[in-house]
Nanobody
Framework: QVQLAESGGGLVQTGGSLRLSCAASGRTFSTYTMGWFRQAPGKEREFVAGIIRTVGRTYYADSVKGRFTISRDNAKNTVYLQMNSLKFEDTAVYYC????????????????????WGQGTQVTVSS
C-alpha cells in the first residue's frame, strides 16, 4: 500500500511558476512509475507528465511540454512537478499517481493504469 500526498498548489499569475511535490510512503518508491494528472471543472482528468521508475525517463503532454518538468528524488520518496510560464488554462486540481510496474508511452497517459492516487492540490492561474 502506498499513500501519496501532494503539496505546493496555490494561486499564481499568468506567466508565474509553481513547484508541486508529491510525497510517497513506503520503502519501494524507486520501483514505482509516477505520474501527474490534472482535472479542471467540467473536464476529464488528463495526463500531464510521467517519470519511469528507476531509469527516470520522462514523458509530457503536448500542452505542457517545454514549460513543465517532472523529476523524482528516490531518497526522499518524492516526485516533483516544476511548472513555469503558467497559463490560465493550467488551472486545475493536480493529482499525483503511482504505478507498481513499468509503463510505456502508451500506457502512461491512461489514468486507469495507476494503482494509487493522492488527494490533489489546487492550482489556480489568474489571467
Amino acid at each position: 500500500q502506498v499513500q501519496l500526498a501532494e503539496s505546493g498548489g496555490g494561486l499564481v499569475q499568468t506567466g508565474g511558476s509553481l513547484r508541486l511535490s508529491c510525497a510517497a510512503s513506503g520503502r519501494t518508491f524507486s520501483t514505482y512509475t509516477m505520474g501527474w494528472f490534472r482535472q479542471a471543472p467540467g473536464k476529464e482528468r488528463e495526463f500531464v507528465a510521467g517519470i519511469i521508475r528507476t531509469v527516470g525517463r520522462t514523458y509530457y503532454a503536448d500542452s505542457v511540454k517545454g514549460r513543465f518538468t517532472i523529476s523524482r528524488d528516490n531518497a526522499k520518496n518524492t516526485v516533483y512537478l516544476q511548472m513555469n510560464s503558467l497559463k490560465f488554462e493550467d488551472t486545475a486540481v493536480y493529482y499525483c499517481a503511482a504505478n507498481q510496474g513499468s509503463m510505456t508511452i502508451v500506457t502512461m497517459p491512461q489514468w486507469d493504469e495507476y494503482d494509487y492516487w493522492g488527494q490533489g492540490t489546487q492550482v489556480t492561474v489568474s489571467s
